[in-house]
């Protein structure tokens, strides 16, 4: 056993403000969880399909995640042939 991780969906609803979509304001929400989760010595991220299945979307949560929890392994699903993910 290497720690414990987290299953984490894409959509930022905890905001209370509903999603935030991929703006600066998505970034900074997960700025702040990933140094929650670096904190309590979470060490790897799940992320799920969820609603963001744009690959910048799931590079810029890759990039917060480097910045600001460098220790935590991340691991993006993506259900294929989801229609939520076709363009």
């Known amino acids: 056993y290497a720690g414990i ?3 984490i969906a894409t959509e ?3 905001s209370g403000k509903g999603d935030l979509g991929v703006g600066e304001e998505a970034r900074s929400y997960w700025a702040e969880r990933a140094r929650w989760c ?3 010595g979470i060490r790897y991220w799940k992320i799920d399909w969820g609603r963001h ?5 799931r590079r ?4 917060v995640l480097r910045e600001n ?4 392994i991340v691991e993006h699903a993506v259900r294929p042939g ?6």
């Open 60 to 63: 810029m949560l890759t990039e």
């Open 5 to 7: 991780g987290l299953w």
């Open 69 to 72: 929890a460098p220790s935590i």
């Open 12 to 14: 930022t609803g905890g």
């Open 82 to 87: 989801s229609s939520s993910c076709k363009r």
């Open 53 to 57: 299945c744009d690959p910048a979307y």
């Open 38 to 40: 670096e904190q309590a």
